[in-house]
């Protein structure tokens, strides 16, 4: 599947979300389209279905088995240490790359440095925290983000383009706990 597939869908349910509020003054009858929030909430099923197809289709195609989580993301530890898990308000320093699925890479820490966040406090993408809770110091992870635990609609207004399905390789390097 063509990941700008997902791009044109998500665009024209936006562009028809905003159409629908709006009201066509052409004819001495005006037409109004109410939106309502049970086809907000459709329109939002379908699309996390057809991200959920490309994921699918992804792991597929590279012969990669994963686990889901009940939030979408989909994971699997590479290398397991023996170390205790990592909890939240834990200060945890990583090694990473980010990727698109068709192999562009959009974040790593060689050329960025390293990330050095507070589990469940800073500001970064939601499948971070979450994967950080599923690995203890010395792991390597691999995880997929659909958009909605990474960038979202926008992309990061950089290097992550609108509604992108992300690829972390991530490396638990040391976990301090907060003073």
Same mark, same amino acid.
């Given at each position: ?79 397991? =240490? *023996? !170390?205790?898990? #990592? ?6 320093? %990583?090694? +990473?790359? &980010? ?36 690995? =203890? *110091? !010395?792991?390597? #992870? ?6 909605? %635990?990474? +960038?979202? &609609? ?26």
């Amino acid at each position: 599947m063509d990941f700008r597939f997902l791009n044109r869908i998500t665009i024209t349910g936006i562009v028809l979300l905003g159409l629908s509020f709006s009201s066509c003054n052409n004819s001495k009858k005006e037409k109004k389209v109410v939106v309502t929030r049970e086809m907000l909430i459709e329109h939002n099923r379908k699309l996390l279905n057809l991200e959920a197809e490309v994921i699918k289709k992804y792991l597929d195609e590279n012969n990669i088995q994963m686990q889901q989580t009940s939030t979408g993301l989909w994971y699997r530890i590479i290398s397991d =240490s *023996v !170390g205790p898990m #990592i909890t939240e308000n834990q200060m945890v320093f %990583l090694d +990473y790359q &980010v990727s698109l699925l068709d192999g562009t890479m959009c974040y790593s820490a060689k050329k960025d440095g390293l990330w050095n966040i507070i589990v469940g406090k800073t500001e970064i993408e939601t499948a971070v925290h979450e994967a950080c809770l599923l690995a =203890s *110091v !010395g792991d390597s #992870i691999q995880f997929i983000a659909p958009p909605h %635990l990474a +960038y979202g &609609v926008a992309g990061d207004g950089n290097r992550v383009p609108s509604q992108s399905i992300l690829l972390y390789n991530v490396k638990v390097l040391k976990v301090d706990k907060l003073p």
